[in-house]
């Protein structure tokens, strides 16, 4: 009738004196322990009651589950699957047994009401077949113990070790087989397509007519690369630290002319950094790029194709003539000139992007492209005079500043 706290108290101070430390009694350890188990019922309200009931009736005997639910509890899994395997057997041979009598009287329930169907047709006289036994004998299998699980297992093994195993290792064999094919298969057709790739390559260059690019000092290139500038009208400033790059004296085939023909009209005059991205898209250096393009220009290349038809020529862009340089000195009168180069000495090169907006607005009549022409216009006429001798060269520098 004692309650959690006497329990509790009554626990610590048996286990001040029954402690190993505290006993050097042989068998303190032991007592301890007890003492531990009997509290750890105790304290707990279901562990107790649980307790009191078998205080009550007395342990549980071999005719409730508690008694074997305790015994199995401390059985290893060698006799825990030997028992399983035993009870499995003899399930086995019962169900066997069930379903062996079910059929025979399903098949004698179902042969006697046949009988006496034909019985009474040859009581009336309609049955014209042979005589009737008086009783059916069934020949049913009868259940046996070889066929049970213990006598069962043994065939399998046989049958898997001896008939599936090496037909499992014939299929795996052929199977690997099989891949290591259809890799070798895919190796050679990918080798076949390269070969095609290269020689049809072999041939594209071949037919193509590729030329090799002159030579061209550092001086030249210079001067070469200033005169594009300044006819592609950028507004970027020439990069003074760093020195132009060389011309590459790479092949040019007929699909490099005919990409360079369609980049120069992608990116028109007055595009900021022209030429780089004409360069980058080619992967080649501006010197060549602007090189070919005015080779292209000038001498008119012709790209000339492969096949059977004649050769497309490349259109070189139209040079100016006298009577058009007469008709746009015509559309532009002496205030807009005027205008234009003072327009052109506010605003330097290179002070700023968007520098021929702003010439434009300083123009009257004239667009931001009609500004850009005028002043290409200007730098060809200069050039053409100072080539001829017809300005002195102080009056061509101003003119040029």
Known sequence: NADASEIRKAYR??????????????????????????????????????????????????????????????????????????????????????????????????????????????????????????????????????NTLPFQLPRWVFWFFVVFCPTSVTMVKAY???????????????????????????????????????????????????????????????????????????????DDLVELVRLVKKFPPGTPSRWEKVASAMGRSVAEVTHMAKKVKEDGYRVVSSGPAEPEPVKPSKVKTRATDVDNNQDWSQVQQKALEAALIKFPKGASTDRWDKIAKCVPGKTKEDCMQRYKQLVEMLKKKKANGEMAPQMCDEKTT
């Open 176 to 254: 690997w087989a099989e891949q290591k094919q259809r890799k070798e298969q895919e190796l050679l057709e990918q080798s076949k397509r390269n070969a095609d790739m290269d020689s049809k390559s072999t041939r594209s260059i071949g037919s193509c007519r590729a030329f090799t690019l002159p030579e061209v000092t550092s001086e030249e290139s210079e001067s070469l690369e200033a005169i594009v500038d300044q006819t592609a009208n950028t507004d970027e400033p020439p990069e003074e630290s760093k020195p132009p790059p060389l011309v590459s004296g790479g092949l040019w085939t007929d």
């Open 13 to 146: 101070r048996l286990s001040l004196v029954l402690h190993p430390d505290k006993n050097d009694a042989p068998d303190a350890e032991i007592k301890f322990r007890q003492l531990v188990a009997v509290y750890d019922v105790l304290k707990d309200a279901n562990k107790r009651s649980r307790y009191d009931e078998v205080l009550k009736n007395g342990l549980p005997d071999w005719r409730q589950a508690v008694y074997y639910y305790r015994r199995v509890r401390k059985m290893g899994l060698v006799e825990m699957s030997v028992i399983l395997f035993i009870l499995i057997t003899i399930g086995q041979y019962i169900v066997s047994w069930a379903a062996y009598l079910e059929r025979k009287y399903t098949a004698e329930q179902f042969l006697n009401m046949k009988l006496k169907k034909l019985q009474k047709k040859q009581r009336k006289g309609k049955y014209d077949g042979p005589a009737l036994p008086e009783t059916i004998i069934l020949d049913i299998p009868t259940p046996s113990i070889w």
